[in-house]
């Protein structure tokens, strides 16, 4: 991204400088001081006239305050001048332009400033009792404080050559991960990843503990000796897993520090006999170059190395990037390229708005390809904007008939599926950091659009298959998503066809396992059949699994349910929907619910994200919560000391009341409207059930015509995956 026309050169000393103390490095999500000394250059700042200090869209640093000395982001800003200027700060969420967005803007008041005056900022100044500022949740390598001068108070703001930089790191490791390949015939070797993340989801720095294997469940060989190396993030990956039974494995994984971890499973079988399940993301997310963060290389690496991506593209918004990054992603696409290992694909994401099209993920076979933009917006170089397609029906018709692809989804600007374009869009993403996006499911089936799903990151922190939801919902409300790809063999050659052939599936960020065949015909494939179909579904969970559903078209023709209810006086509430389509889509779900006659012997969460979501008030006769759904669901399970009188809900979407028996008996809903927000209520489902789940359902109902079968896959703790569908030609 370049800044407006205005940007025309390259300034020295005539707007000043800047320095940030201290510039050591800062840990993610922790409080913390920095002072920030802006010196007046060569030409002053008249009255009126004012300096920036702009944060990247995506940040999520505490908003600096001026009012409160005691409490949390508190800021101060001093003039070190004769002069008998004042100055006014403020901060505003969107007081600059993309991607520096956010901005504290210092206003010069009753006088001007000279050559060699300063202004000091203390973000976090503790000296009321401020707790600091705290800093952005996400590790970023080359984090900039963004310094821009308007020195004529003509709202032409420009960036000093130099603005104060500092890095900022991983905190204490909380957890552990452990992820490990899918699918493996017996007899070979296969991969496993360790990596420790702090509260946030950054991978921790400077452990050192060993690190102890145990297989659980089929035969394998756990490798010994593996450790942390002490220096640089906590991750380490093996390659000497070795395979020696059939069945369903996993490996609990512990470190000397006391945590531990189980692997999603790995399916293991004599010998596999056509593709096998690879993960990927075909919407990684964005850099530093557009409105992320990071530098290419980094992204790369952090999908190979720590999201254990096996594909991904990079998707820069294209009014934004440059000719110049383009060249760059070209040249660092190529160089990551390690068929059997990581297969990127160059991208980029046209950003057109709704009416244009919506956003659409365009990736290419190969790196000797051009980017057609919707438009020049942020562009400085207008050399090519003869290139620009403003209507995804436009680029569409450039990119047909080569080896372009087209991923329809919902980011900034959901995708118009009213354009789509059979050729190009094999499948469709409803699942990201933005959200849970059934409802574009739901259309695309209405629509008899023959796509498969698939979910992504849209990651904008610099971590493309390994990030969670932000604590501020106006950013990112969910955690990434994954797309499960059933390939012959990892090569760029086998992803481009299985993809098109629509030979995956889509799930929230869990590496589900998932086997979905009709007339033993693979998810992606359109079929002809005479008799009643015959449906056959094999899940294995990364946890304990609720149900299975069943799809023709939106009609669910059959639920296999997995896990049994507690017994007693138990009940979950869950929380779903979302607002609407676009931008702010989280539903904010603050309430309350009392009891007229039982009491609340316990209450445990489901599916809450951590530093967000949350139990207010907890008492014996009720409780109160906030919590935010994005098209997803969670809520809380109950233990009652018995089901007598009534539990009443109240949000301010929607109300529920009824007799706790009535609840015992028989599950309620309630519609609360927009994009499938909803509250259920029934009993709740044990959480200690099996993990795996095999069956096979003949649909006698089934009519003459097209078909449309997919299912969905629901684990207890609301992770879930959703197959592309097989469409069978009934006669």
């Known amino acids: 991204m370049r800044l407006p026309d205005w940007t025309i050169r390259n300034w020295t000393d005539e707007l000043g400088s800047a320095d940030v103390e201290p510039a050591a490095d800062a840990v993610a999500g922790e409080f913390g001081t920095w002072r920030i000394r802006y010196e007046v250059g060569r030409w002053g700042i008249d009255e009126r006239g004012s300096i920036k200090v702009a944060f990247r869209q995506v940040s999520n640093w505490g908003a600096p305050q001026f009012d409160d000395p005691e409490g949390a982001n508190y800021t101060t800003v001093r003039l070190h001048s004769e002069s008998e200027a004042v100055l006014s700060p403020r901060f505003e969420r969107r007081g600059y332009i993309r991607h520096w967005r ?421 998810m992606g494939e359109e079929i002809d059949a005479s008799g009643a179909p015959r449906i056959s579904v094999e899940a294995v969970g990364t946890g304990p699994i609720e149900r299975i559903e069943v799809f023709r078209g939106m009609t669910r023709v059959h639920t296999e349910k997995i896990a049994q209810d507690l017994k007693g006086n138990r009940l979950r509430v869950l929380f779903s929907g979302a607002r609407v389509r676009g931008r702010g889509r989280s539903t904010l779900w603050d309430g309350r619910l009392t009891l007229s006659e039982a009491r609340i012997l316990a209450v445990e969460p489901v599916a809450f994200v951590d530093n967000r979501d949350r139990i207010d008030v907890s008492a014996e006769s009720g409780i109160s919560w906030s919590l935010y759904t994005a098209g997803d669901s969670r809520g809380f399970n109950l233990e009652l000391d018995g089901d007598a009188g009534e539990m009443a809900i109240q949000t301010q979407h929607a109300e529920l009341r009824r007799n706790i028996r009535d609840f015992l008996d028989k599950p309620a809903m309630v519609d609360a409207g927009r994009l499938g927000q909803r509250i259920e209520v029934g009993k709740a489902p044990a959480m200690d059930g099996p993990w795996e789940a095999r069956f096979e359902y003949t649909d006698d109902d089934a009519h003459s015509g097209l078909n449309t079968y997919w299912v969905r896959v629901v684990q207890v703790d609301q992770e879930k995956a959703w197959s592309s569908p097989v469409w069978v030609n009934l006669a």
Request: charged share 25%; net charge negative.
């Open 102 to 522: 956010q901005a504290l803007t210092v206003d010069v008041l009753d006088g001007c400033l000279w050559e060699g005056d300063s202004i000091e900022i203390t973000l976090g100044d503790t000296s009321g009792g401020s707790p600091g500022l705290k800093a952005q949740t996400f590790s970023e390598s080359n984090f900039e404080f963004k310094i821009f001068v308007d020195p004529f108070g003509a709202g032409n703001f420009q960036p000093l050559p130099h603005s104060p930089t500092l890095r900022i790191k991983g905190g204490e490791a909380r957890r552990l991960v452990a992820i490990m390949t899918s699918e493996a015939a017996v007899g070979e070797k296969g991969w496993l990843l360790v990596k420790a993340e702090d509260r946030h989801g950054n991978v921790a720095e400077g452990c050192s503990e060993e690190i102890s294997l145990e297989a659980e469940g089929a035969d394998l060989g756990p490798p010994d000796g593996l450790r942390f190396g002490g220096e640089g993030v906590a991750l380490v990956r093996t390659e000497e897993i070795s395979f020696e039974g059939e069945g369903v494995a996993r490996v609990r994984v512990r470190d000397g520090a006391g945590r531990e971890a189980l692997t999603n499973p790995v399916v293991v079988r004599g010998r596999i006999e056509g593709p096998r399940l690879h993960w990927g993301d075909f919407h990684g997310g964005q850099t530093a170059g557009t409105v992320g963060v990071n530098s290419f290389e980094e992204f790369y690496r952090f999908a190979r190395d720590a999201g254990a991506l096996e594909f991904t593209t990079h998707q820069g918004n294209c009014f934004e990037v440059t000719n110049e990054d383009m060249e760059e992603l070209k040249e660092k696409t190529r160089a990551f390229h390690e068929p059997g290992r990581f297969v990127p694909f160059l991208g980029y994401e046209w950003s057109g708005t709704t009416p244009m099209g919506g956003d659409h993920a365009i990736f290419f076979f190969d790196e000797d390809s051009a980017i057609h933009r919707c438009s020049h917006w942020l562009q400085t170089d207008l050399s090519d904007a003869d290139t620009d397609r403003d209507h995804i029906t436009k680029l569409h018709a450039q990119l047909r008939g080569g080896g372009a692809l087209s991923l329809p989804h919902v980011g900034g600007r959901p995708a118009n599926l009213a354009f789509h374009d059979p050729e190009l869009e094999p499948v469709i993403e409803i699942h990201s950091k933005h959200g849970m996006f059934e409802w574009m499911l739901e259309e695309s089936i209405e629509r008899n659009m023959k796509v498969g799903f698939v979910a992504g990151s849209d990651d904008h922190y610099g971590q493309p298959g390994a990030c969670y939801p932000s604590e501020d919902v106006s950013h990112f409300a969910a955690r990434n998503g994954l797309t499960a790809l059933y390939a012959h063999e990892l090569t760029r050659e086998s992803v481009w066809a299985d993809i098109k052939a629509r030979r995956c599936y889509a799930t929230s960020g869990e590496r589900i396992y998932l086997r979905f065949t009709v007339n033993d015909h693979w």
